[in-house]
């Protein structure tokens, strides 16, 4: 090395690099030798510019571009260098907000998954905790029961279309339900009264929703809407038999719509539930089924 000068090839090995990354750096501007041999062409730099190369580089592993590299040596200015980098923090809270969004949203599937391969069998009437949550609920427009499925899946679509236009993301069938009213389920009338879809947290003050308190329910699970009817039917039984007392109108929830062994089709999977207190404890304001 005389003088500081070092050749393209001690460049390229003294900083980890290659031949063909030095040419393309000198052919986007960012680093250009200090002579060019006008008959060999061959490139000479000053060992010194081995600091300029490595800025670049720790520029390329904050992923910034060459382009937005070239930009700032091009301007060698501390103030545009700041607003460069002030830019690039915005867009990276940006990122990690919706990459935060997208890992919370796949544990979310996680454990609907781990919770609808382990769901008790069709019929199975149970007593268990219903957690909380607000949903963005309207009175149905039709008796839901005595039509299809189908219905349900169209209004359903409706519903969510506008949403994701408010900017809410994350639902999916399983956050949506249909009520029946008290007196409907204790008369033995399987009728629509309210469709709903539960909205993420972190969305709520986008739309308005409504709170649905963390309960304990009596419920049915069953696999064939058409049979609905029947299922609340035995909901109801089951109810009088624990010697349980309502209190509030039943929910028919969606657990599922996607066929097990073929993800292409629907099928869907249901939980008729009701919220209830045991009559040996006092509840003056609900209405008493125990037959």
Same mark, same amino acid.
């Given at each position: 090395m005389k003088n500081n000068k070092i050749t393209i090839g001690q460049m390229a090995k003294l900083n980890h690099t290659t031949l063909a990354t030095l040419r393309l750096y000198d052919e986007k501007g960012l680093l250009k030798p200090i002579e060019v041999n006008p008959k060999s062409n061959y490139r000479i730099y000053d060992v010194r510019q081995s600091m300029v190369f490595h800025m670049i580089q720790h520029n390329k592993d904050l992923r910034m571009s060459l382009k937005e590299i070239a930009a700032v040596l091009d301007k060698s200015s501390m103030q545009f260098l700041a607003d460069t980098y002030r830019s690039k923090l915005i867009a990276l809270d940006e990122q990690i907000d919706e990459l935060q969004w997208q890992k919370k949203e796949i544990q979310s599937v996680l454990?609907?998954?781990?919770?609808?391969?382990?769901?008790?069998?069709?019929?199975?009437?149970?007593?268990?905790?219903?957690?909380?949550?607000?949903?963005?609920?309207?009175?149905?427009?039709?008796?839901?029961? =005595? $039509?299809?499925f189908g219905s349900v899946v169209y209004d359903l679509?409706?519903?969510? %279309?506008? &949403?994701?236009?408010?900017?809410?993301?994350?639902?999916?069938?399983?956050?949506?339900?249909?009520?029946?009213?008290?007196?409907?389920f204790l008369a033995g009338r399987c009728r629509a009264a309210r469709i709903g879809i539960a909205i993420p947290d972190d969305c709520t003050k986008k739309v308005e929703t409504e709170a649905y308190e963390s309960n304990t329910s009596a419920c049915i699970y069953f696999e064939d809407f058409e049979?609905?009817?029947?299922?609340?039917?035995?909901?109801?039984?089951?109810?009088? =038999? $624990?010697?349980?007392?309502?209190?509030?109108?039943?929910?028919?929830?969606?657990? %599922?719509? &996607?066929?097990?062994?073929?993800f292409r089709k629907t099928a869907e999977t249901l939980r008729f539930q009701v919220p209830i207190q045991r009559d040996d404890s006092s509840a003056p304001s609900a209405e008493s089924i125990s037959g």
């Amino acid at each position: 090395m005389k003088n500081n000068k070092i050749t393209i090839g001690q460049m390229a090995k003294l900083n980890h690099t290659t031949l063909a990354t030095l040419r393309l750096y000198d052919e986007k501007g960012l680093l250009k030798p200090i002579e060019v041999n006008p008959k060999s062409n061959y490139r000479i730099y000053d060992v010194r510019q081995s600091m300029v190369f490595h800025m670049i580089q720790h520029n390329k592993d904050l992923r910034m571009s060459l382009k937005e590299i070239a930009a700032v040596l091009d301007k060698s200015s501390m103030q545009f260098l700041a607003d460069t980098y002030r830019s690039k923090l915005i867009a990276l809270d940006e990122q990690i907000d919706e990459l935060q969004w997208q890992k919370k949203e796949i544990q979310s599937v996680l454990h609907w998954n781990d919770y609808f391969s382990h769901r008790p069998p069709n019929g199975t009437l149970t007593i268990g905790y219903i957690p909380s949550c607000r949903a963005c609920v309207r009175t149905a427009v039709r008796d839901y029961f =005595q $039509e299809d499925f189908g219905s349900v899946v169209y209004d359903l679509s409706c519903m969510e %279309g506008k &949403l994701r236009q408010k900017g809410i993301r994350g639902i999916y069938p399983y956050h949506a339900f249909l009520t029946v009213k008290q007196e409907d389920f204790l008369a033995g009338r399987c009728r629509a009264a309210r469709i709903g879809i539960a909205i993420p947290d972190d969305c709520t003050k986008k739309v308005e929703t409504e709170a649905y308190e963390s309960n304990t329910s009596a419920c049915i699970y069953f696999e064939d809407f058409e049979q609905a009817p029947a299922y609340m039917e035995k909901l109801l039984a089951y109810c009088q =038999q $624990e010697h349980c007392t309502l209190l509030g109108d039943v929910t028919c929830q969606i657990i %599922g719509v &996607l066929d097990a062994q073929d993800f292409r089709k629907t099928a869907e999977t249901l939980r008729f539930q009701v919220p209830i207190q045991r009559d040996d404890s006092s509840a003056p304001s609900a209405e008493s089924i125990s037959g």
